[in-house]
Each structure stands twice: as C-alpha cells, then as structure tokens.
C-alpha cells in the first residue's frame, strides 16, 4: 500500500494522496477528520471479514462505526456523488486460481491507482464505478444498482458489447471490488474468450494466410505480459516464435493504431483477472491491519480463564488476558524482553482456579496486580502487546501470500494517561518493533493519531540519532477550511534535523 485518499467520506471532500510509510503520525485539532481517516482502515477490515449484503459494513461494534452511508457520506457533497476511496499500490501476482477468470501475467512491482465508488439506492449500497490506472493503462466500468454494467472502457475507447452477449458486476462478500463477467445472455455462461477471439482475429489477419496452425496465436495471447503499454509491446515484440509476427510488429510503437486496439482488446480480456488481482492484494492488506481504540478496557484484579484461543488482542483490550494466557513459554519469554528492554518493567500472567491475573514486576523485582497500579499501565499494555506480537508472529503464510508479510498497525491517542517519560519510551517502541520486523521479513507500518508533542518530538530526537530515516517518517496535519466545513490534509515530515518541515506556529498553542 502506497497511499489512500478519501472522497466524500465524512470530512472529507478530498483528501488528496495520503502516503503510508514505517510511521505515520496524524496530528491535529479535534474534529479536524485524522481519526475517521485512520478508522476507514478497520472499516474496510470488518467489510471484508464479516458476510455483508453491501460492499461497505458501516457498523461493526467489535471496530467501529461510520454510522450508515446517509452519515458517512460528506454532508456537502452533490447529491449524484458518490464515497470515493482510492488506493495507490505495487500489485503482487495472486496464483489462486478461480475457474472463471483467465491467469494474468503480470510485470513485477507493477504499480496501479484504483478509484471505487460506492453509491446508495433503495438503502443498498453498491459500488457504481471502477477506475483503475495500471501504470499508462486505463480501465473504467460503470455499473447500475443491479450489477449490470453501463460503461466498459479501456483507454478512453468504449467496448461494446455485441448482440447476446451481457456483462455483470457480482459482489462478493468477503471482497472489496466486485467480480466482473462477460457472459451470453441467452444461457447465462461465463463467455471467458470473448475478448481474446477478437484479439485472435485481428492478429490473424496481421498474420495472413500463411499460419496453419492457429493455436500458436493463443500462445501469444495467453503468455502477454501485462503491464504499461510499452511493457505489453515489449512482449509482443519478444515471446512470439511466429516469424512473420514479428517481421510485422517490429516496427510498431504504441501510437501504432494497430498495436493500440490490440492492447485495448487484450487488457479487456484481462480485466477480470486484474481486478480480482487487485482484490486479493487488497484483501490481504486489510485483514492484517490491526486497530486500538482510544479508550482501552480497564484493569480487573482477576479474569476468568477460558479454553478460547485467542489469535489477536482486539481493539479495546478486553481479551489482552486470555491472549497472553495462550502464549507458551518461549513467546512469553521473548514478549518479556521486548516490553522489560523499552519500558523498565516486566508483565507476568498466574493462572489458578479457573481466574488469571495480570501482574507487572518493576524494576527493583517487585511484583504488583495490575489494578494496583497506575491507568496508564492498563492503557498501554495492548499497545505493546500487539507491537511485539506483529513483529514476532510466525503464522504459516498462506500459499498464495509473498514471503514478506506487510502489518500495519492503527493507534488512537496512545499517549492517554502516560506519563510524558513513557509517552517518550512508547514512540521508542515503535521504532524498535518496525527495526525487529523487518529483522523477520515481516514489513511494519504505524498509523498514530496523537495529540502527544512528547511523541512527536522524541520520533525527531530518533531522526538525529539515525534510528529511523526520515524517508520511514510521514506527519500528516488535519485541520478544517476557513469555514469549518472540510477537512484538509497536509503531509510533511522531519529534516535530517529532526525539524518538522513547513511546520504551522503555534500548532500547540490556543489560538486566542
């Protein structure tokens, strides 16, 4: 994931490209919109984990709540617009296969800009346009509140669809983008060929007569590398073996009016497979972003011990008991360290008679009951606990996931009820888990909505220091417009200084 941008949602009018980095610090004046952009990430995450009718699960009680469409939507936005939101990413190749879509060869590190906009009619949501930009190549579909699709484009040239054939627009629940088909109306199939039939004409006519075996063309067609219009020419240019193809195309560019349909014809025979691509690396991102709310769960002098497997601390922390109850020794001994080497002290868990407590042991080895200390303890532990957890998960990777996992966690004002000191050591924490993920192959991105300059601060202290790069650091400053209608988004960040760059006077500071 590069960036995010919101359209129409909440605040926003338009938040322009938000890029995600190692840290991302979200500052502003209340109501100024950072924590309905950071909660659209656990917003997508319950849309894609739970069953929904819609593509969008405005309410979640377990995450959180935009309310309804009505509520989400930007109160000053035309009534024909719809939300909007964009994501700008490096896609990776998904080999799960689904019968209905054909493979797609894809460039490495192919970068795509895909725009989804959801609508409401009839209190269903939909989403009602697709705009995706892969790299030079532009695809739009349009579709109505009942799937079927209105426009199809592929470079600004509209494909139409011929007599008895029909397109469709299905929403699958545990997606983000909906399935797009191709099908004969009459007999509802899949019409999988469509585009390439017509892709294989016209290189037969290129061709001449002279090819007798015509099976070598779909060769062509089923073994293009997908990308820039350059990087599909390319390999028509190179994986061809039909000698007089390549005399014809050799001089080709991509203004050529020949090579222009054929790329058009040959990326919307892939469209599907590309959106479901996308899909994929969409869903897998958001189902590993993990999400703390503001106001975690107090502490209880004893819980209740269940036979529960816990995988996760959720975002209030109310299970941070029985996840820590589930660990076994050599995690628990790793978990240790990490919080002891930052923070000083020691959590500890004692299981008897059906109840566990959680103690902490300070440094002069002195054991406390959580509830006998301070809030901020009970505030921080599922902080930290999902930090040393994200950089320390060894879950088996699905067969279809790359080598390198990608984590991002989201944080609503860390910094209630701690004291300045461990404000300071929790922003050390941050940067200490994403220097030990990375040591795991595990790529670790913070999203932190703080109004805590101790954190801020102690993050520039690291710059100077060079325990994080400033290219790893993104501050994003939220305010509204002059008339306190919309949100605006700024991005900056820290020199080598560890200066806040373009920084406002008085961010700090009351106004009068």
Same mark, same amino acid.
């Given at each position: ?85 964009? %994501? ?30 959801? %609508? ?5 949501? $939909? ?52 399935? %797009? ?117 107090? =502490? ?15 975002? $209030? ?17 790793? $978990? ?28 002069? #080895? ?7 200390? #301070? ?41 209630? @009820?701690? @004291? ?48 994080? =790069? ?11 417009? =002059? ?24 961010? %700090?500071?009351?106004?009068?």
């Amino acid at each position: 994931m590069k960036s995010i941008r919101l359209k129409n949602l909440r605040s926003f009018k338009d938040s322009g490209d938000v890029p995600i980095k190692d840290i991302n610090l979200f500052v502003g004046q209340n109501s100024s919109g950072k924590s309905s952009f950071l909660r659209t990430f656990p917003l997508l995450r319950q849309s894609i984990l739970r069953d929904t009718r819609g593509p969008i699960l405005w309410y979640d009680d377990t995450l959180v709540d935009f309310g309804s469409y009505a509520e989400a939507k930007n109160r000053y936005a035309e009534k024909t617009d719809g939300i909007i939101i964009s %994501f700008k990413i490096n896609i990776k190749s998904n080999p799960r296969r689904y019968f209905f879509y054909d493979s797609v060869k894809l460039k490495a590190d192919t970068s795509a800009n895909i725009d989804i906009e959801v %609508f409401e009619k009839a209190r269903k949501n $939909y989403i009602g346009k697709i705009a995706l930009e892969l790299e030079d190549q532009k695809i739009l579909i349009e579709a109505n509140n009942t799937g079927q699709v209105k426009v199809f484009s592929i470079n600004d040239t509209n494909h139409i669809f011929t007599e008895g054939i029909h397109s469709l627009y299905k929403v699958e629940s545990s997606g983000i983008i909906p399935m %797009f088909f191709v099908f004969n109306k009459n007999d509802k199939h899949v019409n999988r060929e469509y585009y390439s039939i017509r892709c294989k004409q016209l290189i037969k006519g290129i061709i001449g007569n002279r090819l007798r075996n015509e099976t070598r063309i779909d060769k062509i067609i089923n073994d293009v590398t997908i990308g820039s219009k350059q990087t599909v020419l390319n390999s028509l240019k190179n994986q061809s073996t039909i000698t007089t193809w390549k005399n014809k195309i050799a001089s080709w560019n991509i203004e050529t009016p020949a090579f222009i349909e054929i790329n058009n014809l040959l990326i919307a025979n892939y469209t599907s497979s590309l959106l479901n691509t996308i899909d994929e690396n969409l869903k897998t991102y958001f189902e590993e972003c993990k999400y703390i709310a503001p106001i975690r769960a107090k =502490a209880i002098r004893y819980y209740r011990r269940q036979d529960l497997s816990v995988s996760e601390v959720d975002a $209030y922390g109310d299970n941070l008991h029985m996840f820590l109850d589930n660990l076994n020794s050599k995690q628990m001994e790793s $978990y240790q360290a990490f919080v002891k080497k930052i923070f000083g002290f020691t959590p500890l868990t004692e299981s008897s008679q059906g109840h566990i407590t959680i103690n902490v042991k300070d440094e002069n #080895g002195e054991v406390f009951n959580l509830t006998d200390l #301070g809030f901020g303890y009970s505030q921080i532990l599922p902080i930290i606990t999902k930090l040393w957890y994200a950089f320390s998960s060894n879950d088996k990777k699905r067969y279809w996931e790359s080598k390198e996992k990608t984590i991002t966690i989201l944080i609503e004002q860390p910094e209630l @009820h701690l @004291h300045p000191a461990m404000q300071a050591q929790l922003a050390d924490a941050f940067i200490y888990a994403i220097e030990l993920a990375k040591e795991n192959q595990i790529e670790l991105k913070l999203i932190v909505e703080t109004h805590s300059s101790v954190i801020i601060n102690r993050i520039g202290r690291r710059v100077i220091d060079k325990s994080i =790069a400033t290219e790893s650091v993104n501050v994003t400053l939220f305010e509204l417009d =002059a008339e306190l209608k919309n949100s605006i988004v700024k991005t900056t960040g820290f020199n080598n200084k560890g200066v806040l760059i373009d920084w406002p006077l008085g961010f %700090f500071e009351p106004k009068k």
